[in-house]
């Protein structure tokens, strides 16, 4: 099946510097990724739609220059938190469309990256 | 627009005893829906999904859901809880076209009791 990596799964920073997380398809194509953001005990909330070769679309209220996309290959997409503050600390998800046409818009997730910003 | 209600934001059983966990979607289209489970610190994991096929889908782990359009609908049952099915689980709708994002539920945790 589709496999979807997150590297790291856990990064502690301090507050002020920037986290890059990397999202990766390991055995498909992904002209499209989607990240998430997730609250304790709270639901899925999308942040932006990452396409491959083109600026991503970032969902209202998110701000473009504090979450950098960059979706530079097929199987690559990256998220910037930059200058991150303890707000910015959520546990961080990815998903990709999957390989084939009859997938009906199923997603594949990765296993999340957990931000702790100190 | 499409919109996701789970009824429910904590259910406890039994182990042993029926699950069912409620979802109702609203959608201008016909609709692709999904139920997804997640563990502690974990992403993902589709447990089933409804792609206009058959209304009644079976799952992994012993779950299915059945498609109700008059009711708007989709449910998740499984008949016998077990132990392990203690998690976090989320239904989602989609319009199928590709390049959008699912739209999840707020979940429901899901408790079993020994």
């Known amino acids: 099946g589709a496999v979807v990596s997150q590297h790291p799964s856990r990064v502690i920073c301090k507050s002020g510097t920037s986290v890059k997380i990397e999202c990766r398809s390991l055995?498909?194509?992904?002209?499209?990724m989607f990240w998430y953001r997730q609250f304790p005990k709270q639901s899925l909330m999308l942040m932006a739609t990452s396409n491959e070769g083109s600026k991503a679309t970032y969902e209202q209220g998110v701000e473009k220059d504090k979450f950098l996309i960059n979706h530079a290959s097929l199987t690559l997409s990256t998220l910037t938190v930059t200058s991150a503050h303890p707000e910015d600390s959520s546990f961080y998800i990815c998903?990709?469309?999957?390989?084939?046409?009859?997938?009906?818009?199923?997603?594949?997730f990765g296993p999340g990256t957990r931000l702790t910003v100190l | 627009a499409q919109s996701v209600t789970q009824l429910g934001s904590h259910v406890s059983v039994s182990e042993g005893a029926l699950v069912l966990l409620r979802c109702n979607y609203s959608?201008?289209?016909?609709?692709?829906l999904f139920w997804y489970v997640q563990y502690p610190n974990q992403g993902l994991q589709l447990l089933l999904k409804?792609?206009?096929?058959?209304?009644l889908v079976k799952g992994i782990n012993g779950f299915e859901a059945e498609f109700k359009k008059s009711e708007t609908s989709f449910h998740l049952t499984k008949p016998s809880a077990h132990m392990s099915d203690a998690a976090e689980y989320f239904c989602a709708v989609s319009d199928g076209q590709a390049g959008t994002a699912l739209i999840f539920g707020k979940g429901t945790t899901l408790s079993v009791s020994s």
């Open positions: 998903s990709a469309h999957g390989p084939t046409e009859s997938s009906y818009n199923e997603q594949f």
């Open positions: 055995d498909f194509q992904a002209t499209t």
């Open positions: 409804y792609t206009s096929a058959a209304t």
């Open positions: 959608s201008s289209v016909p609709p692709y």
